[in-house]
C-alpha cells in the first residue's frame, strides 16, 4: 500500500504545474484523498480534497487556481496548480485517509 507523487519542479509565476498520486494497493476512489504542502520552515498545511463521493474542498489561499481530480481507472489523484505564485513553493503530499502518506514531490515557482 502506498502512494507516489510526481510532476513537481521549478516553474516560473504565474505558470501551471500538474502533480500526480499514483496509488497502490487500495483503490483512490474508496477513500477521501488530498493534498497538503509544507513550505520551509512551516507547518503541513491541506490544500485540496476530494471525498469517496466526490465532495471536493480548497484552501482559501488556492480557490479558482489550483484543481483536484482523480481518476478511477489510473488509480490516480491530480493536482493541475495555475496561475502559480512564490508563496506556492512547498513539499506536495500525498494523503489518504486513516495516515497514509506519499514521499512528497518539490514545487518551486520563482523567476
Known amino acids: 500500500v502506498q502512494l507516489v507523487e510526481s510532476g513537481g519542479g521549478l516553474v516560473q509565476p504565474g505558470g501551471s504545474l500538474r502533480l500526480s498520486c499514483a496509488a497502490s494497493?487500495?483503490?483512490?476512489?474508496?477513500?477521501?484523498m488530498s493534498w497538503y504542502r509544507q513550505a520551509a520552515g512551516k507547518g503541513r498545511e491541506l490544500v485540496a480534497g476530494?471525498?469517496?463521493?466526490?465532495?471536493?474542498d480548497y484552501a482559501d489561499s488556492v480557490k479558482g487556481r489550483f484543481a483536484i481530480s482523480r481518476d478511477n481507472a489510473k488509480n490516480t489523484v491530480y493536482l493541475q496548480m495555475n496561475d502559480l505564485k512564490p508563496e506556492d513553493t512547498a513539499v506536495y503530499y500525498c494523503?489518504?485517509?486513516?495516515?497514509?502518506w506519499g514521499q512528497g514531490t518539490q514545487v518551486t515557482v520563482s523567476s
Open positions: 494523503f489518504r485517509r486513516y495516515g497514509l
Open positions: 494497493g487500495f483503490a483512490v476512489s474508496n477513500y477521501r
Open positions: 476530494i471525498s469517496a463521493a466526490d465532495s471536493i
